[in-house]
């Protein structure tokens, strides 16, 4: 056992968050970069690297609150062989089918109430934009009845659901890291009563139980990276969505009245884990898969 | 990043399921949790048996009288251990987690002999005298004084909660060898006796209605000073590479045996018909995550260290989150089994003992310090 980053793992983490501490990158520019060619073999024309490469780009992709269908885009790439943008879109317990992006988007991953999942055209699709909370991600309403269609294989409606899942687990750790930095360097500036209010206990904590909770989230996604295991890429994903969840939220706390305006940004690492917290298995399918393994 | 064994960690782990499987059907009945001296002997006795197998002291250095095993190997040899139901560590606690260390890394020539091989052969067992009535998450407001005269040191003072007080041979002290120096600056790391005069031992009852620690008071309890550790008032260094071993490894098999605690109460909970509230299942679901997630970090940690070569900050986001982890698998525990939780058996005794968590080896507050401060950098406040 060695668990911990390889040399070349560290690169490629580090490497990805200089390239993205500058500025957000375009759709073309992350093609280049390879991140969705992460897994696919180098025979095809992909990277040949495994699941844990791909944690790490996605939780800097998630640290750097990247926009776009990124978690269907490679996870169509890379188990269905598929090229072009994809989004896979699982249909809620409760509410309406939404599916972010949708005209950019070449195919539609719909995982069904029964766990079959389908393929479809993201053109043919019915659809119409519904106004969503997150700005930078953008929903469309599916209408009407479901579109049918033979499922793909058992196998592999499986591992799509699981890396959807692990994937997404791997963006909201980067984003509960970036609610750490966020808080403590607004704690660090902002004074108060003569003094930072980060050297107040009260704020310390706060901080001290976010980083608790995003350093337990992160190490659970590698974890699942690495042992591919169903029930650790659920619990990877229920404490990755809590530490991202509570982390904005913390955030927001600590930023004070600015956390509550438009300007100040924290709005938007909240709304975003709000999103991905539904995206791939939501809490209660998360906890639902665990029970069933005790 | 990889988490399975090597052929050579394979090897460790087939050879010593062996060993846990021959060995353990051998063991006595452990002693009644009042009987002291049964404890003593149950727990030296299993010490005992893992020297002469070779795995006292798993991940001490050789020239210490370890094994020294790599920290995967110690991490195989936790969990194997626990996977077992082997015997816990137990009255060995602060002899080979703490006091043993810390002789291993400050100890002169002389005193790692002296020392040492006691505690790995289970001969000696030590107590941890740290704690006092008024420095308690303040360790280094400590008063108890140490005058030298001679070649010896006379100790007077108290201390608290200190645990196998009543069996322990040694006792690792510290005291205030400079009244006038800065607070972390005048202080001494002593191995006293316990069967010294002038030392006496009053037991405290815990709220769970058991003796797990003492009082110790110190009346002109001469130490040589030959018997302290490190430099004269270097105490609070040498005290801190303790506590960091405190908190890397020594609660790691814990979260071994909280998962499987879960899965037991999964099973009583199926049985007695408490499964059927979703509420208490999904509770249940997200203990699991949580322990194998610690696990995880556990793993995590002690890699970290052997690149690193020190236990890093992170064992106190491991000790924050395991000891509040556990007492809420307790509460659940007792939503599982209902009206048996009021009753004073081994359900309800877990559940008090398990209060203590947040408290020992530094509070869940203290940690949350030491996290802002040490590992996010947030100023000390005024």
């Known amino acids: 056992m060695e668990f911990r980053l390889t040399d070349d793992q560290d690169r490629l983490r580090h490497g990805l968050r200089d390239i993205l501490s500058d500025r957000q990158l375009t759709w073309e520019e992350l093609t280049d970069v390879g991140i969705f060619q992460l897994r696919v073999p180098e025979r095809d024309g992909g990277l040949g690297l495994g699941l844990p490469e ?61 766990d079959s999942l389908v393929v479809l055209p993201a053109a043919a699709l019915d659809a119409a934009p519904a106004p969503a909370v997150d700005p930078d991600r953008p929903l469309w309403r ?97 404490l990755a969505d809590e530490a991202a969840v509570r982390g904005a939220r913390d955030c927001l706390q600590v930023h004070g009245g600015m956390g509550f305006t438009w300007e100040a940004r924290v709005h938007r690492l909240l709304k975003r884990a709000w999103a991905w917290e539904q995206a791939g298995a939501d809490r209660e399918r998360c906890l639902d898969e665990l029970a069933a393994h005790l | 990043m990889q988490l399975s064994d090597t052929p ?48 006292a002291g798993i991940h001490w250095p050789v020239d210490a009288g370890g094994r020294g095993s790599t920290p995967s190997e110690h991490l195989i040899f936790l969990e194997e251990t626990e996977l077992a139901g082997a015997p816990y560590v137990g009255a060995n606690f602060v002899g080979l987690l703490h006091a043993g260390p810390t002789v291993a890394t400050e100890g002169t020539p002389d005193q790692r002999a002296r020392f040492l091989p006691p505690i790995l052969r289970g001969d000696e067992i030590w107590c941890q005298g740290f704690s006092e009535p008024d420095a308690g998450s303040d360790l280094a407001a400590l008063r108890t004084r140490a005058v030298r005269e001679g070649d010896e040191y006379v100790v007077t003072g108290s201390k608290i909660w200190t645990s196998h007080a009543e069996v322990a041979d040694w006792c690792e002290l510290l005291v205030r060898t400079d009244p006038d120096a800065p607070k972390h600056r005048g202080i001494s790391w002593l191995a006293m006796r316990m069967d010294a005069p002038g030392v006496t031992v009053r037991p405290l009852r815990t709220l769970a209605g058991t003796t ?144 203590s968590y947040t408290i020992a080896a530094g509070t869940s507050q203290i940690q949350r310090n030491i996290v802002a401060q040490r590992i996010l950098g947030l100023p000390k406040g005024r």
Not at chain 1, 146 to 175: F, I, K, N, S, Y
Not at chain 2, 49 to 55: H, I, K, N, P, V
Not at chain 2, 233 to 241: A, E, F, L, P, S
Request: a neutral charge; one cysteine or more; glycine letters at 10%.
């Open chain 1, 142 to 238: 599916l209408e009407g009845e479901l579109p049918a269609g033979e499922g793909l294989p058992e196998g592999e409606a499986r591992r799509v659901a699981a890396d959807t899942t692990l994937l997404t687990a791997a963006l909201q750790a980067g984003l509960a890291a970036r609610t750490v930095t966020e808080a403590v360097g607004y704690a660090r500036t902002r004074a108060q009563f003569g003094q930072p209010i980060g050297a107040f206990q009260a704020v310390q904590h706060l901080c001290a139980d976010m980083l608790a909770r995003a350093e337990l989230a992160r190490v659970a996604v590698y974890a699942a990276a690495v042992s591919g295991d169903v029930e650790e890429i659920a619990g990877a994903k229920l």
């Open chain 1, 54 to 114: 791909a944690v790490l780009v996605f939780e800097e992709a998630g640290r750097a609150l990247l926009s776009g269908p990124l978690v269907g885009t490679e996870v169509a790439a890379a188990r269905l062989g598929l090229r072009g943008r994809a989004e896979v879109v699982r249909v809620p317990a409760r509410g309406p089918v939404l599916v972010p992006q949708l005209p950019q988007l070449d195919h539609v991953l719909l995982l069904r109430p029964d």
């Open chain 2, 212 to 355: 797990e620690f003492a009082e110790l008071f110190l009346d002109e309890v001469r130490v040589p000073v030959g018997d302290r550790l490190g430099a004269e008032n270097d105490g609070w260094r040498v005290t801190m590479v303790t506590l960091s071993f405190e908190r890397g490894t020594a609660f790691a098999s814990e979260a071994v045996g909280c998962r499987r605690e879960v899965r037991r109460l999964a099973r009583v909970a199926r049985a007695n018909g408490a499964w059927d509230d979703l509420e208490l299942r999904r509770e249940l679901a997200g203990l699991a995550a949580e322990f194998t997630a610690l696990w995880r970090l556990v793993q995590w940690n002690v890699s970290e260290a052997a690149a690193r070569g020190v236990p890093g900050a992170g064992g106190s986001v491991f000790k924050l989150r395991f000891s509040e982890a556990r007492q809420r698998l307790h509460d659940v525990a007792a939503r599982v089994v209902g009206a048996d939780a009021l009753l004073d058996g081994p359900w309800t005794a877990q559940r008090l003992q398990g209060l």
């Open chain 2, 8 to 55: 050579a960690e394979a090897d460790f782990r087939r050879r010593l399921r062996e060993w846990l499987g021959k060995t353990l059907p051998e063991l006595p009945p452990a002693p009644d949790p009042s009987d002291w001296p049964g404890r003593r002997s149950y727990d030296t006795a299993w010490q005992r048996r893992l020297f002469d197998a070779g795995y």
